[in-house]
């Protein structure tokens, strides 16, 4: 048995039996938590328990890409493109709308302002991701704005607030309650960008964001070409041939301007030459490709559709070589 886990169960017994509880009693799951800091909800992602040892390390964990991220990404500019306040003023000739920073009571008169002349706003605490805590604001009367701002200040976070998106046709009819996007991640080396691998992103009917934690499904995108190569999954793992309430197919579509959109993440890339990594959120309007924000990116759609861990292609590109992607 292993050292660590060893002591796990008898040193700190009463500590191992909780941990086990929140494992639902799979003392595999644990180990994989224990001694490779894999989360429970990965373990179950990409169904582990059906994997032997090798394939099990040929997966991108968030605790792996975390570890990478440190490594080849410069701290403050990855400080800065996790903040998505920071990074709009930065990047804000790709943001193609309007926004504005809420932190304070100073910032109240410019809020109603903005909410009175654009009627609906989104707002996002400039930290979070997957989805969390991102709020349509649409109050019934103009004076409401002022009790819309009252209620953020009682949140005690700092957000974003921005112009609504009114995406493509083409994005609208996978679900149109949902800003629909696409994930592409891109990889720079002195001065050189390349794209590893690209999703779409879909909400389900009502749902006004798309993210696979909030219930969105997602398929995978040919990163050269746009074309959707896979059929959709969510984030429990089911597979959809089309999508569940629309009924628009996935696989086999091509995503229209597609080299448009390489080109535009490759100029936003090239704005943060100390980031090796980024993963860009991109959102179609009827005018073309903007910015949705940047982060750290995740794997798990990519590797479930594939049935594969990617930790080979994703070193390969981390460390400058950038194989090509097999879909």
């Given at each position: 048995m292993?050292?660590?886990?060893?002591?796990?169960?008898?040193l700190?017994?009463?500590?191992?039996?909780?941990?086990?509880?929140?494992?639902?009693?799979?003392?595999?799951k644990?180990?994989e938590?224990?001694?490779?800091?894999?989360?429970?909800?990965?373990?179950?992602?990409?169904?582990?328990?059906?994997?032997?040892e090798?394939?099990?390390?040929?997966?991108?964990?968030?605790?792996?890409?975390?570890?990478?991220?440190?490594?080849?990404n410069?701290?403050?500019?990855?400080?800065?493109?996790?903040?998505?306040?920071r990074?709009?003023?930065?990047?804000?000739?790709?943001?193609?709308r309007?926004?504005?920073?809420?932190?304070?009571?100073?910032?109240?008169a410019?809020?109603?302002?903005?909410?009175?002349a654009?009627?609906?706003?989104?707002?996002?605490?400039?930290?979070?991701?997957?989805g969390?805590?991102?709020?349509?604001?649409?109050p019934?009367?103009?004076h409401q704005?002022?009790?819309?701002?009252?209620?953020?200040?009682?949140?005690k976070?700092?957000?974003?607030?921005?112009?609504?998106?009114?995406?493509?046709?083409?994005?609208?009819?996978?679900?149109p309650?949902?800003?629909?996007?696409?994930?592409?991640?891109t990889f720079?080396?002195?001065?050189?960008?390349?794209?590893f691998?690209?999703?779409?992103?879909?909400?389900?009917v009502g749902?006004?964001?798309?993210?696979g934690?909030?219930?969105?499904?997602?398929a995978?995108?040919?990163s050269?070409?746009?074309?959707?190569?896979?059929?959709?999954?969510?984030?429990l793992?089911?597979?959809?041939?089309a999508?569940?309430?629309?009924?628009?197919?996935?696989?086999?579509?091509?995503?229209?301007?597609?080299?448009e959109?390489?080109?535009?993440?490759?100029?936003?890339?090239?704005?943060?030459?100390?980031?090796?990594?980024?993963?860009?959120?991109?959102?179609?309007?009827?005018?073309?490709?903007?910015?949705?924000?940047g982060?750290?990116?995740?794997?798990?759609?990519?590797?479930?559709?594939?049935?594969?861990?990617?930790?080979?292609?994703?070193?390969?590109?981390?460390f400058?070589?950038?194989?090509?992607?097999?879909?």
């Amino acid at each position: 048995m292993n050292l660590y886990l060893f002591l796990y169960k008898t040193l700190l017994r009463k500590r191992y039996l909780d941990y086990l509880q929140r494992a639902d009693g799979n003392e595999d799951k644990l180990r994989e938590t224990l001694l490779h800091k894999t989360f429970y909800e990965e373990y179950d992602r990409y169904d582990f328990a059906h994997k032997t040892e090798a394939q099990r390390r040929s997966y991108i964990t968030d605790h792996y890409r975390n570890q990478v991220c440190r490594r080849i990404n410069e701290p403050r500019q990855q400080a800065l493109i996790m903040d998505k306040y920071r990074a709009a003023q930065l990047l804000e000739d790709f943001y193609g709308r309007r926004f504005m920073q809420v932190a304070s009571e100073a910032d109240r008169a410019e809020f109603i302002r903005f909410g009175q002349a654009m009627g609906q706003l989104v707002a996002k605490p400039v930290d979070d991701c997957g989805g969390r805590g991102v709020r349509l604001l649409c109050p019934q009367a103009p004076h409401q704005w002022a009790d819309t701002f009252d209620e953020m200040m009682q949140l005690k976070r700092r957000f974003i607030v921005e112009e609504r998106i009114a995406q493509d046709p083409f994005m609208a009819s996978f679900n149109p309650s949902s800003v629909n996007t696409v994930r592409i991640n891109t990889f720079q080396h002195r001065g050189h960008v390349s794209r590893f691998t690209s999703i779409i992103k879909t909400g389900r009917v009502g749902a006004f964001v798309d993210n696979g934690a909030q219930g969105g499904v997602m398929a995978l995108v040919d990163s050269e070409t746009g074309l959707i190569v896979t059929d959709a999954i969510d984030d429990l793992g089911h597979t959809f041939t089309a999508h569940p309430d629309s009924g628009r197919p996935f696989k086999g579509v091509q995503i229209p301007r597609w080299e448009e959109l390489k080109h535009i993440t490759t100029q936003m890339a090239l704005r943060l030459p100390r980031l090796t990594f980024i993963g860009w959120d991109m959102a179609l309007t009827p005018n073309g490709w903007i910015a949705v924000e940047g982060n750290k990116g995740e794997f798990f759609a990519e590797q479930i559709a594939l049935g594969r861990g990617l930790k080979r292609e994703f070193d390969s590109y981390c460390f400058g070589r950038g194989d090509v992607m097999q879909y």
